[in-house]
């Protein structure tokens, strides 16, 4: 589940996820992790799990011009989005990578940044291990995750009426990135994997949603979920109508307004 969770692949879903999850959910959080990076000054920086450039444009306008700029990504239709925006000349470098296995040497980096890409990573301890290696001695690692359906009632929402198309194994994608939310336990593997000066940041984001039938197809379809939906046989575009009414029922439309909350860890390898 956790292995074909990560895989943002197939012919639409990248797409669907940049233009109907990326405006709704990203992009505020993006602005906010690159200027968090920024103000390190970091001369190399490594962005981890990138999917299509959200943060990575907002990296890249952050930081210095002369700052080395590599996004990875273990999919590399999301990167080929990516690539698109930016122009010819910027000092950036793209390349598909697993963040268990990075393909980089000991301390090649001064910052590893990732926006909600640690909840699929498969095996989250190698790593941050990972991400200790290729830092320098004194670069930062900094990263985000979702809290919980109970501070992101958009996906709890999302998921519950998903589940009601199925009488039996409904898909249950949606508890993979709002179930890795936990402060002591992730501070614990970090800690284990060799960072220390450890900061947590709890972000809350009052967010207008101009059109909820675009925001539930980015949750339907710009997700793995839709191979989910699609190996149980079950007729995707009722499901997005579905999700796109429950979410005008809790949040209003269109426009609408929901919250999201967002967990930002900032540390160090001494």
């Not at 080929?80 to 393909?103: C, H, M, S, W, Y």
Request: aromatic fraction near 12%; charge should be negative; hydrophobic fraction near 50%.
């Amino acid at each position: 589940m956790f292995a074909q969770a990560a895989r943002f692949a197939g012919d639409a879903v990248p797409a669907h996820y940049d233009r109907g999850l990326g405006p709704h959910l990203f992009v505020d959080y993006a602005a906010d992790l690159a200027q968090r990076t920024a103000a390190a000054w970091p001369g190399r920086v490594l962005e981890i799990a990138a999917g299509t450039g959200i943060l990575t444009r907002a990296l890249r306008d952050a930081l210095p011009a002369r700052t080395a700029l590599v996004a990875s990504d273990l999919n590399p239709p999301m990167l080929e989005i990516a690539r698109k925006k930016f122009a010819t000349g910027e000092n950036i470098a793209f390349q598909p990578a697993d963040a268990v296995a990075l393909p980089f040497a000991d301390g090649a980096f001064d910052a590893v940044v990732c926006q909600f890409g640690v909840m699929f990573f498969t095996d989250k301890d190698r790593a941050y291990r990972e991400a200790f290696r290729v830092l320098a001695s004194g670069g930062r690692c900094l990263f985000s995750v979702w809290d919980s359906f109970d501070f992101n009632s958009f996906a709890r929402v999302t998921h519950e009426t998903v589940a009601r198309f199925f009488d039996r194994d409904p898909p249950a994608f949606f508890t993979i990135p709002f179930g890795y939310h936990r402060i002591d336990p992730i501070k614990a593997s970090l800690i284990d994997a060799g960072f220390d000066d450890i900061s947590v940041h709890v972000l809350r984001i009052d967010k207008a949603i101009a059109n909820m039938r675009d925001f539930a197809e980015g949750l339907v379809l710009g997700n793995p979920i839709i191979a989910e939906i699609g190996a149980r046989a079950a007729a995707p575009a009722a499901i997005v109508a579905a999700v796109a009414e429950g979410l005008r029922c809790a949040f209003g439309g269109d426009p609408g307004r929901t919250t999201l909350q967002a967990i930002v860890f900032d540390t160090r390898k001494p």
